[in-house]
């Protein structure tokens, strides 16, 4: 997950010098005093007071935009978007070219994720201050990096540090956009170059975990991460970089298992493949772990996640029988909070046929995700496949939807799956989008050819 710095909005004075184009004319006196007050307020942290001061001052002198873009600010910054955008929407319409409500207009749309009307507001800012302006090229930056235009964020946030070499978020937003490109070692010299501009940068440090993560480099990504979580005020961004400590460091003590195990740090992932292979794996190729297993098992350990590592070891070997007992075990030890030994035990369940059991624990790995935070895509998938095989199609259709959504573009095959049970449920147009979402998605996967065939075929018929 790869963050924006909250962008930087304006509020406008009496006295504040802007470029002729961003002001015609000056309040009156009477509103502009009231502005001044009103300002100082706002700084203050009184957004409801100030808000009174500043519809004064539109009511003295309806033509003064300046008011209606400070109310927008007082309504932004009380988190209200839809009554900021409003005003900073009245300011325009009395002075289309006044750069801080143009701004300020931007970044509401960009929060409201209308990304298309915020690249064009950032462009209009930009035209208006003749491309001089560092922040607007940032803030265009931010949302092309949204939008996966790469190249282009990159261009603006090279003209931003051109502008203002010493502003670190410009940095740290070229640093995140390389490790989109997967440039990570130009990502890095940009991020340590925002950190050192900033200290105490937390977004910096949490870019640069994501990609010693990236290197596969786990100790040093969590090191970062903590760093990240020494000036990390938002709560929100607190807790995602708790979970991914806690996943890397659980990943950590399972590569060490598995290399006391004998199996070079190697070891099977605690979630199988999203589309696992229809044949077992040989015990040529797998065997040689099993029994390294066998033997860390022997000793009686109670790790539930070296026991959901054996289970599906045996899965994958297609002793089915042996992967229930195993991951059983697993889910006792567990103590129902090892969502993936629930999802594992629903696949040994579906191998032995048995939907009953496998649709039961299912919804246990999704209610075990969910009560620690987390989610469980694979799950909701083939939760949906039993769903679809039971004819309950539109229940289906929600829990591929949830997978989808919950897998944030991981499992391609997601799309490929939603696709044929939309076409049983006679929903052509987007069934044909998912079949080209899935395409697009992975050019070369399994299914590519099945679901070119289906697109043609939906294609002749539409």
């Not at 939907?355 to 998938?381: D, F, M, T, Y």
Request: proline residues 4%; contains cysteine.
């Amino acid at each position: 997950m790869l963050r924006t710095a909250l962008v930087i909005l304006v509020l406008v004075s009496a006295v504040s010098v802007v470029s002729p184009a961003w002001a015609d004319r000056p309040p009156v006196p009477e509103a502009a005093e009231l502005l001044d007050r009103g300002n100082d307020l706002l700084r203050q942290g009184q957004l409801a007071e100030a808000r009174q001061l500043f519809q004064k001052a539109v009511e003295v002198d309806p033509q003064c935009y300046q008011g209606f873009n400070n109310i927008g600010l007082t309504y932004y910054r009380a988190g209200d978007l839809e009554n900021a955008g409003e005003a900073y929407k009245k300011a325009l319409k009395l002075e289309p070219a006044f750069g801080p409500s143009v701004t300020n207009l931007g970044t509401v749309r960009h929060q409201q994720k209308r990304l298309q009307e915020a690249t064009n507001l950032y462009r209009l800012a930009l035209r208006i201050s003749a491309g001089k302006d560092y922040e607007i090229h940032y803030n265009l930056a931010n949302v092309l990096r949204d939008r996966k235009d790469f190249e282009m964020a990159k261009k603006h946030y090279q003209e931003s540090i051109k502008l203002k070499d010493n502003f670190p978020p410009s940095h740290n937003g070229l640093g995140a956009t390389y490790i989109c490109l997967k440039n990570l070692k130009e990502a890095e010299q940009e991020i340590r170059a925002a950190i050192a501009l900033k200290h105490d940068y937390s977004l910096a440090y949490y870019h640069l975990a994501l990609i010693e993560q990236a290197r596969k480099n786990y100790p040093a990504a969590v090191s970062n991460y903590k760093e990240s979580l020494k000036y990390e005020e938002r709560p929100d961004y607190k807790r995602d970089t708790q979970d991914k400590v806690a996943r890397l460091e659980k990943l950590i003590v399972e590569q060490k298992a598995a290399q006391l195990a004998g199996n070079e740090g190697n070891g099977p992932p605690l979630l199988a493949s999203a589309s696992p292979a229809n044949e077992p794996e040989t015990k040529k190729s797998l065997g040689g772990a099993l029994k390294k297993f066998e033997n860390l098992l022997s000793t009686g350990s109670d790790d539930p996640v070296i026991w959901n590592n054996y289970g599906l070891l045996q899965l994958r070997l297609g002793a089915n029988k042996e992967a229930v007992k195993a991951l059983l075990k697993a889910t006792e030890l567990g103590k129902g909070d090892l969502y993936q030994a629930h999802y594992n035990l629903a696949q040994a369940y579906k191998a032995l046929s048995d939907q009953i059991r496998c649709e039961s624990e299912c919804k246990k790995a999704i209610e075990s995700a969910s009560r620690n935070g987390k989610v469980c895509p694979l799950a909701h998938n083939l939760l949906a496949i039993v769903l679809k095989q039971k004819g309950q199609l539109a229940k289906a259709d929600q829990e591929y939807k949830l997978a989808i959504a919950q897998s944030m573009g991981k499992y391609p095959v997601l799309h490929y799956n939603h696709g044929i049970l939309l076409e049983k449920l006679n929903k052509a147009k987007e069934a044909k989008a998912e079949y080209l979402a899935y395409i697009n998605a992975a050019p070369s996967g399994v299914n590519v050819m099945k679901a070119k065939l289906r697109l043609g075929l939906l294609s002749m018929s539409l």
